[in-house]
């Protein structure tokens, strides 16, 4: 090994970063959330608290991941095939490494991370992928999977960059530009009150001059009554100031929506609300997001006490059907979450008829359809996720399999509803 390895150490990555980011490079420009009162969010509430970090920490991150990515090609791991054998060498690399800092009498400086005692398991099946603070491991496996991504991406963390000054982001990218010259394109996570009341107009172009390219905004909803509801912080008029200064600084807008945030009680104003001010931004991207219920957080207080009624499945896809038809902006709809029932994707306007068609023939199917189909997409879903099923869904599921496949007409309709929302418990949004 001619890099020596007792300069190589873990650096922190962004493991919440937005799907289309999930082979990005990342970095974090400040630490966990300086807002993290969303009821519907169950991140960052394990005690993280916010943080904005010195240039010199994030310098000292670059630097380290370029250290472990001329480590990799060194070793003849990076330009190799996605494959498990290519995380298997990354296991044997890190246990050598730290190996050989033992010997040295070197300690890693990052650790796992336990949950604590009073956890509630479902939160506890999704903590190994929130870490607040990765392993050498984990920052090798990370670069692997950057450079097996196609290494032309970053995404610099966490939860709202645009709460940075356009000085300090000039200064990471350009220090990121150099020492990894094929990335084309850098994204950040920002809310849209940050957009509109924090950063003036010349500064989110002075992002844009920086190399900064698109901006992923959590609208969730357009609808001043749920936006309250759940805390957000924002009011519709601050989403639309903010996505619409956004993309006149010449930065791309994606932004999320979240169907049945509105729960029962709100659900129709949730959609048409929505639809309103996306048609008022008219963002490059909007991203489905189906509102998922997470234990311990606010939102499943309330919906313990009885101020919150979850919405079914047919009125979250109605209220998506809405959204599709009422948008009126040259935008592209995109289903990419596990929480979605349906994959709605398509270009508007062109592609409304066709989503429509997909939805309304959900619609049409009788109830007991409609639960074989949930079934049968969160099983998809969670394979697509996972690999493979967990014990507790293959044991849910065993007492109805037969000749090597599910018998649907021994399950009744109370089990598939209960199979149903233990798988949709543990799929990652």
């Not at 996570?189 to 844009?208: H, N, V, W």
Request: a neutral charge.
């Amino acid at each position: 090994m001619g890099i020596d390895p007792l300069s190589v150490k873990p650096f922190e990555i962004c493991s919440i970063r937005p799907p289309t980011e999930n082979y990005s490079l990342t970095f974090r420009l400040t630490g966990n959330c300086y807002w993290n009162k969303c009821w519907f969010c169950p991140v960052y509430k394990l005690g993280a608290r916010f943080s904005k970090r010195g240039i010199e920490e994030v310098k000292e991150d670059i630097r380290r991941a370029k250290l472990i990515d001329d480590l990799l090609s060194e070793q003849g791991i990076s330009n190799s095939p996605y494959s498990y054998a290519g995380h298997s060498r990354i296991t044997e690399l890190a246990y050598r490494i730290k190996q050989a800092k033992h010997e040295a009498g070197h300690r890693e400086e990052y650790h796992d991370e336990k949950a604590p005692e009073d956890l509630d398991p479902g939160l506890a099946w999704f903590l190994p992928w929130f870490k607040d603070k990765p392993t050498l491991e984990d920052s090798l496996n990370h670069v692997m999977s950057w450079r097996m991504g196609g290494g032309k991406t970053c995404f610099m963390g966490d939860s709202d960059s645009l709460i940075l000054k356009p000085d300090f982001i000039t200064e990471t990218i350009d220090q990121i530009k150099i020492n990894f010259p094929s990335i084309q394109r850098f994204t950040v996570y920002g809310r849209t009150r940050s957009a509109a009341r924090i950063r003036k107009l010349d500064e989110l172009k002075a992002y844009r001059k920086a190399g900064l390219d698109r901006v992923h905004l959590g609208l969730e909803s357009g609808s001043d009554a749920v936006l309250k509801f759940v805390n957000k912080g924002v009011t519709r008029d601050e989403h639309i100031e903010g996505g619409l200064k956004t993309r006149e600084a010449g930065l791309s807008c994606s932004v999320y929506v979240m169907p049945g945030l509105g729960g029962v009680r709100w659900s129709e104003e949730h959609a048409h609300d929505t639809a309103d001010v996306l048609t008022r931004i008219s963002p490059d991207y909007i991203r489905l997001r189906t509102l998922q219920v997470f234990p311990q957080t606010p939102l499943d207080e309330a919906m313990r006490n009885g101020e919150f009624i979850e919405a079914s499945e047919e009125q979250i896809v109605r209220e998506v059907r809405i959204m599709v038809e009422e948008i009126d902006a040259d935008t592209e709809i995109i289903s990419d979450s596990a929480s979605n029932l349906l994959n709605i994707n398509g270009r508007l306007p062109d592609d409304r008829a066709a989503m429509l068609g997909n939805i309304d023939q959900y619609l049409t199917l009788s109830k007991r359809e409609k639960l074989l189909f949930s079934l049968e997409s969160r099983l998809r879903s969670f394979a697509g996720q996972y690999g493979k099923l967990t014990r507790d869904i293959s044991n849910a599921l065993g007492p109805f399999i037969k000749n090597g496949g599910l018998d649907y007409s021994a399950i009744s309709d109370t089990k598939i509803g209960d199979i149903i929302r233990l798988i949709h418990s543990k799929l990652m949004p």
